[in-house]
């Protein structure tokens, strides 16, 4: 159980355009969805915290309106980089908490966006 | 959220156990010990998980100090598979909303 996709896992997009990653909760109901972004050998870094059917919590420095997150149901949650340049270029991941098990984060497999 | 230190990096034979360390002297009453490790280029993967008493689940056993301190995650009988980064993490349980800080970890190397 508590198992965690992404969709896609690699994408390869030109500057200036939008990019949409899915994260879904494939066996559990996520009380709360979490978007990380990950440059090379560097560690974690969280970026948003979204709870299904409400705003999402940024952290600092963070833009909200360049990543978009959509937290649409228990099971899905969406992260659209609008507008990407090469600097956005990072490996993304998600990771879901579920409703039981005391709230311990389940990870996805992670998403390599690359921004030409 | 309490930090942890972690060495970062050791070596293990295949086959024997590894003892990775971690120090969380500040941690608080209420916090609980995280592992997770991350294989190169994917997502972290949850491990175990403790709060004061010893832990052991079909992937490790989590060994926790009388005094909450420190702990040591125990992979009984490495494989290369296990070769990832291990991330030692305290947090509050039952508090959804909190993230998990992600130091940087020790970079395990299993040895053929």
């Known amino acids: 159980g508590a198992v965690v996709s992404q969709h896609p896992s690699r994408v390869i997009c030109k500057s200036g355009t939008s990019v949409k990653i899915e994260c879904r909760s494939l066996d559990f109901q996520a009380t709360t969805m979490f978007w990380y972004r990950q440059f090379p050998k560097k560690s974690l870094m969280l970026m948003a915290t979204?709870?299904?059917?409400?705003?999402?919590?940024?952290e600092q420095g963070v833009e909200k309106d360049k990543f978009l997150i959509n937290h649409a149901s228990l099971t899905l949650s969406t992260l659209t980089v609008t507008s990407a340049h090469p600097e956005d270029s990072s490996f993304y991941i998600c990771?879901?908490?579920?409703?039981?098990?005391?709230?311990?984060?389940?990870f996805g497999p992670g998403t390599r966006l690359t921004v030409l | 959220d309490a930090k942890t230190t972690q060495p970062p990096s050791m070596d293990c034979a295949e086959g024997r156990a590894a003892n990775l360390p971690c120090n969380h002297s500040?941690?608080?009453?209420?916090?609980?010990v995280y592992w997770y490790r991350q294989i190169h280029s994917q997502g972290p993967q949850y491990i175990i998980h403790?709060?004061?008493n010893n832990e052991t689940n079909e992937m490790a056993s989590l060994i926790i100090t009388e005094d909450r301190k420190s702990s040591t995650l125990i992979l009984p009988h490495a494989t290369l598979r296990d070769t990832a980064v291990y991330y030692c993490?305290?947090?509050?349980?039952?508090?959804?909303?909190?993230?998990?800080?992600f130091g940087t970890g020790t970079r395990l190397t299993v040895i053929p």
């Open positions: 990771s879901a908490s579920a409703l039981w098990g005391g709230d311990t984060q389940y």
């Open positions: 993490i305290v947090r509050v349980m039952g508090t959804g909303a909190n993230n998990l800080f």
């Open positions: 979204s709870n299904e059917g409400s705003k999402a919590t940024y």
């Open positions: 500040t941690i608080s009453g209420n916090e609980y």
């Open positions: 403790g709060l004061k």
